[in-house]
């Protein structure tokens, strides 16, 4: 079902921070660029391995460090985008069959697609503001949904996907009990020109500019209600299956 229920969609208030972590990417670069742009805001912060304070997925301490960082800045944190994935990079290629899979890829695979996120979700959903609407929004993928899974193949991406899906279903209902407004939701943002994808597109696919894509990522977020919270959406606001 998509996200067209008007009685339950509130704005984010005006004068918060929005975060968006992994702007070293396509997508997180669009993203940055619009939320700046984006008056509802009082500032944007840009979080990568090169950005001020250093964010590094596979360190917990930086990830902590950074965590300090935008509650010190004390504006309500409204909004927080993780723009980050790997798929393919340092000899490692989706797997087209089980013979193919190597315990490095897929470890790999979990430490930034899955345990980054889930460090993510750890040190930022408790700086969400308490009151009024806020979203955590994780970009996932929709071949890590299981029920749509038709193909086989790429099985490390696939199944790292699919978890962190679970861990943003299971956090949002912790995240529930303590900020009914706040929203925790993984979203597949479609085929993007990107590094990430541009080894793998395929004829008739909708390939989309990065800004096209953060357009719509954010025109969900606006979308959403609390009773969305823990769901997987794609970038039109339709549901997923798991």
Not at 47 to 60: F, I, K
């Amino acid at each position: 079902m998509a996200l067209n229920a008007a009685a339950s969609v509130r704005r984010i208030p005006p004068g918060g921070l929005a975060v968006v972590v992994g702007t070293s990417g396509g997508i997180g670069q669009a993203l940055f660029a619009q939320l700046n742009a984006d008056t509802r805001f009082t500032q944007t912060l840009a979080l990568s391995r090169t950005s001020t304070p250093p964010l590094d997925l596979l360190d917990e301490a930086g990830i902590q460090a950074a965590a300090a960082h935008v509650a010190a800045l004390g504006l309500p944190l409204r909004l927080v985008m993780v723009a980050t994935g790997f798929l393919h990079g340092g000899g490692f290629q989706p797997e087209k069959a089980l013979k193919q899979l190597d315990p490095n890829h897929m470890a790999k695979a979990f430490a930034v697609n899955v345990i980054g996120p889930a460090l993510l979700m750890k040190h930022l959903l408790p700086l969400l503001a308490p009151q009024g609407k806020s979203v955590f929004a994780v970009l996932s993928a929709k071949v890590g949904s299981i029920g749509d899974n038709r193909l086989g193949g790429w099985h490390s991406y696939r199944t790292s996907k699919a978890a962190l899906n679970q861990i943003v279903r299971t956090a949002s209902i912790e995240l529930q009990r303590r900020s009914p407004d706040a929203i925790c939701v993984a979203l597949h943002p479609g085929t993007v020109a990107t590094p990430l994808s541009a080894p793998f597109g395929k004829a008739g696919l909708a390939v989309q500019t990065p800004a096209e894509c953060a357009s719509r990522l954010l025109a969900v977020v606006d979308g959403l209600g609390a009773e969305a919270s823990g769901g997987f959406f794609d970038q039109h606001g339709g549901a997923l299956p798991w």
